[in-house]
């Protein structure tokens, strides 16, 4: 350990830097490439410097249209994650008791996020599917049952008009926000589960007690007391939940109905755009990726640093 | 009136997690096995119970044996591409974890090196593959430098859009599911047992081999389930690295969905589920993943 100790420091210190090189390295040529002049190709040389593939994504590429991508993605991000950080917390404080099933559950997450994507993704489109051909099949019985028939009575008139109400309106269950939005939990919420369960491994309980003594209810104890002290993990739960989301494409790719996330877009663009607009694009969604790690680190920081100045700030909520 | 109401309380705040798997994992799961069996039109999937999707799967897999059929050369490129991936991160999941927690003394730097390998899994996996076009293009910059320094006469072909730049892409995504868990694992291993190790005359090597692999084999295992389950079952990696021409147990099962053909489908996702059931089950044997939380 002593000998050989600076030698074998330098040789992985070596790896590891040629090792975040490979990581960044082409993220980096992609960044510098998206700023090429208007008459540049996809490969080096730069032929000038200019912001007209910038220009040119903002006037939309790609059918449907970029932007619209980027919004649906964006709006998914935000309510996958307030979701996965709600669902966490509260399954993070069911695990810290023992509960029937609790082991199952466990599991089950575990599951959700091992097991092959486009085989989630494909049982939620079956899923949907059946449901799908339920409710235009229960149209049609009602439509075949109800509708000009002898005796018709009011109640009759009334499971007729759904059935025509259905046959003329519904067309699928499937969309961004019911079954895209609970693919992206399943990716989601096991991360989400994870990190709870670090968190309330190293947690005290003898604050929630002593709060619980003072006389505080079970909600107050919650809210005065471990959220405060939990609250930097919660930036980690939403930062896995909007990242995970934001970039999620294998467990969208048969669940997002008609539309398409932003992830989804650039997969079909990969194939049919030879112009270093899809750099840009490139540069535009690692921007939004970085702010929001950016964002989510600074805060965690600030309030740590916080806390080593004032101590804990649980409790102050109150005032 | 407080004891019952605590005795509920796990029950009602783990009940949205317990809702949310039933609807968008469980009951997905056990419908593709059900429609795995079933029959189809262009239009509609019908149930019924019949075996003609595996056999359609499996479509003269046996009768023609020794000779392997596209269904069993696919798994078998699939599984190719798993073990390369598997052994390449493996190895350098380890070497960074080792240097992240052994070498690196400073908690802070240690920290900041550790988000530094994180921070790509957070943005888009697409961006990070397309990162690799001007690179490794005909016209890349690999070319370019390769060619400028006399070394090669003509454009390396095979550096994109071929094997190597799916296995590049697939460790370029995943080494960080290897460092987590092992990093996790090793930083629990007690310093003093290394130092022992040393003091009682071991080598380098020896207490790398008989000391610290064996205490990180936790997480070495759960590096492991992740690489290959996310390698098992890719189709945008290989798909999109591999010019779309590569075949994946993944890909086979996204050409039938989009051939509409959900039945089929469904009957491989199920042999694609088994096999990795049958993976993770063998990994598992080695560890008790409850015991790393």
Not at chain 2, 11 to 36: G, M
Not at chain 2, 257 to 279: D, E, Y
Request: charged fraction near 10%; glycine fraction near 8%; proline fraction near 4%.
């Amino acid at each position: 350990m002593t000998e050989g100790r600076s030698r074998a420091f330098y040789l992985l210190s070596a790896v590891f830097a040629l090792y975040t090189l490979f990581l960044y390295g082409p993220t980096l040529t992609i960044l510098v490439l998206s700023f090429q002049g208007p008459n540049g190709g996809m490969t080096f040389p730069m032929n000038g410097v200019s912001l007209h593939w910038f220009h040119n994504l903002w006037a939309g590429i790609g059918v449907p249209n970029v932007v619209d991508a980027l919004k649906n993605s964006l709006k998914l991000g935000l309510a996958v994650t307030l979701a996965t950080v709600v669902i966490s917390v509260m399954a993070g404080y069911a695990f810290r008791r023992p509960f029937k099933g609790a082991n199952l559950l466990f599991f089950t997450a575990i599951a959700s996020l091992i097991l092959p994507s486009i085989v989630v993704s494909l049982g939620i489109a079956l899923e949907f599917q059946l449901f799908n051909q339920g409710i235009s099949g229960l149209g049609d019985h009602l439509v075949d049952s109800y509708v000009d028939i002898d005796n018709a009575t009011a109640w009759t008139n009334l499971l007729g008009n759904l059935g025509i109400a259905i046959q003329d309106n519904f067309q699928t269950l499937m969309g961004l926000f019911t079954s895209g939005f609970g693919a992206h939990l399943t990716w989601t919420l096991p991360f989400g589960l994870l990190i709870m369960f670090a968190v309330f491994n190293r947690f005290n309980p003898a604050y929630e007690e002593a709060a619980r003594d003072l006389g505080a209810s079970s909600w107050q104890t919650f809210r005065h007391v471990v959220l405060p002290m939990i609250a930097p993990s919660l930036i980690g739960v939403a930062l896995f939940g909007f990242t995970l989301s934001f970039d999620e494409i294998a467990r969208s790719s048969q669940t997002v109905g008609a539309v398409n996330t932003l992830p989804l877009t650039l997969r079909g663009l990969t194939t049919t755009v030879t112009t270093p607009v899809i750099y840009a694009l490139g540069t535009v969604t690692t921007a939004v990726s970085f702010a929001v790690i950016a964002t989510a680190i600074l805060v965690m920081l600030i309030v740590q640093h916080r806390r080593r100045r004032h101590g804990s700030d649980a409790g102050r909520a109150l005032a | 009136m407080l004891e019952m109401k605590s005795r509920w309380a796990p029950y009602w705040q783990a009940a949205p997690l317990a809702i949310v798997f039933l609807i968008f994992f469980v009951l997905p799961l056990l419908v593709t096995v059900a429609v795995s069996f079933w029959t189809y039109t262009g239009y509609s999937i019908e149930p019924a119970f019949v075996g003609d999707n595996y056999a359609t799967a499996f479509d003269k897999c046996f009768s023609s044996l020794p000779e392997l059929c596209t269904t069993f050369r696919t798994y078998l490129s699939t599984l190719k591409f798993c073990l390369m991936v598997w052994l390449i991160t493996l190895v350098l999941g380890f070497t960074i974890a080792y240097f992240l927690v052994f070498e690196v003394k400073s908690n802070n730097a240690r920290l900041i090196l550790a988000l530094i390998t994180t921070i790509p899994f957070w943005t888009s996996n697409v961006i990070r593959m397309i990162s690799w076009i001007p690179l490794l293009g005909r016209n890349g910059l690999v070319n370019q430098s390769l060619m400028s320094a006399g070394i090669i006469a003509e454009p390396i072909d095979w550096l994109l859009y071929s094997d190597f730049s799916v296995v590049l892409a697939l460790v370029h995504l995943n080494t960080v599911f290897m460092i987590v868990p092992i990093l996790n694992s090793m930083s629990r291993i007690d310093k003093s047992l290394v130092e022992a190790a040393y003091d009682t005359g071991a080598s380098g090597w020896q207490t790398l081999w008989n000391v610290i692999i064996p205490l990180s084999k936790t997480g070495i295992a759960i590096g492991s389930i992740f690489v290959i389950t996310v390698v098992m079952g890719d189709f945008i990696s290989i798909g999109i690295m591999g010019g779309q021409q590569i075949a994946s147990a993944g890909k086979v099962i996204e050409a039938q969905i989009n051939a509409l053909q959900f039945p089929i489908a469904a009957a491989n996702a199920v042999v694609l589920l088994v096999i990795v059931l049958m993976i993770i089950w063998t990994l598992l044997r080695f560890v008790d993943i409850r015991k790393e939380l």
